[in-house]
């Protein structure tokens, strides 16, 4: 399909504000002025007939946005629902599940720190326990998958069966450092190891190719407006028809849940089971689809716009393809000319799978030591925190910068408004921050090191 519009700094007025430069896309994503248009015109549908909008034309709406995302997953529509983020999505799966004593959870400890606190979180007040998967990056993409596999059977076995990795929870992207992990191979592996896959794809549809009906994982969530320019927030859930049934309840719990028998709430009359039935029009959908339709009265309008998002994608940019090929080179491109401007490296391996996105990793020239010019152990993250600041305030940016085994690094997210001429202006930037940080212009008046 033809693209109309070029992408770069003439599409840039489609999505941002002024002279306002979004080095950061994948932390928050945004959507074209068209998709907005589409969103406002249904809030406005909403709140001028709120009754005849949520029973009779939000439903319809929903069922055209899940089927337009499942197709682009290549997934069956009835094993696809909206939540209102990946968090979320891994929090249902996870809180929805019924642990026994000996399962285990594991995970890499790049794992996403909200979801690495939701594990911990069910460690404490269920019975499942909690293991890490150590691996540092850069990394081959065999070695990581060896060391899952290594680390599944090893736990597997050394309690004489005791205790079993239940369910393994990997990325498609880590969030940071921003790098494409093997999922696809992971996947499999599960599969060959009788273990549950549950991937946190917060960085994947309109990112890179999903092909789910092909790699069929256990459970998968990704954020719709990260990539796919749907607005904030919107995640799809896709869980397998063999697996609904361990999913019990959707977050919060709603109409669509329905008891277990011995908890069913009896009839103070008739001492039978109560039947609780919704203030809704019937639903049509599965049981497991019905339990996400409604989960109380919130502005869910965003969802209904996936099918504006995809037009856009497709009319105005040439189609899926086309944006990924754009954003992946410019992240190959920029990424190299930034760690030139800045003197440093990007994070990559010998294969280079980990840069097969829209993110690169730039090492800044600054380290953690007690030399002159260096910043000491203690105001590491003061430094981390100052940095973002005077992005915004002195060039109305943001620099998504963090620390990764005791060294910082710089986080671009390509995107089809952004030219490599962007990313340079970034490393220029954080080059004089840098320089400034090791001249100790970041400590505030009165405070010293």
Known sequence: ???????????????????????????????PEEVRATLHEYQSQLESQPDIFIRYTYPPLLEKARTATASLLNVPVEEVVFVPNATT?????????????????????????????TVAYLAE??????????ARWPIEDDTLVQKFEEKVKKLNT???????????IFDTIVSMPGVRLPFERLI???????????????????????????????????????????????????VPVANQHLIRSALPTSWGFIPALKTQPSSSH??????????????????FVAMFDFVGTIDNTNYLCVPSALSFRSS??????????????????GGDRAAEILGTEVMDNSTHTLRNCAFAMIRLPIEIGDEKGMVKERNKMAVTQWIGRQGVEEWHTFFATGLYKEQWWWRVSAQIYLEVADVEWGAEKLKELCERVSRGEWLTEGKTE
């Open 1 to 31: 399909m033809a693209q109309m519009i070029p992408f770069g700094h003439s599409m840039r007025k489609h999505f941002l504000s002024g002279s306002h430069c979004n080095l950061n896309h994948g932390s928050f994503g945004t959507s």
């Open 89 to 117: 999505g891994i929090n249902t799966v996870l809180r929805g599940m019924i642990f026994e004593d000996g399962d285990l959870i594991v995970h890499f400890q790049t794992v996403y720190g909200a979801i690495e606190k």
């Open 125 to 134: 007040t269920t019975k499942v326990e909690k293991e890490m998967i150590e």
């Open 158 to 168: 050394e309690s004489g069966g005791r205790r079993k990795v239940r369910l393994a």
């Open 188 to 238: 499999a592996k599960c599969k060959e190891l009788n273990v549950l896959s549950m991937v946190d794809g917060a960085h994947g549809i309109g990112h890179i190719p999903l092909d789910l009906g092909k790699l069929k994982p256990d459970f998968f969530v990704s954020n719709l407006h990260k990539w796919l320019f749907v607005p904030r927030g919107a995640c799809v859930l896709h």
């Open 270 to 287: 008739t001492g039978k089971p109560k039947e609780i039935t919704s203030p809704l029009p019937a639903s049509s959908q599965s049981p």
């Open 316 to 333: 105005i940019c040439g189609g899926e393809d086309e944006i990924m090929s754009y954003s992946i080179k410019l992240a190959l491109e």
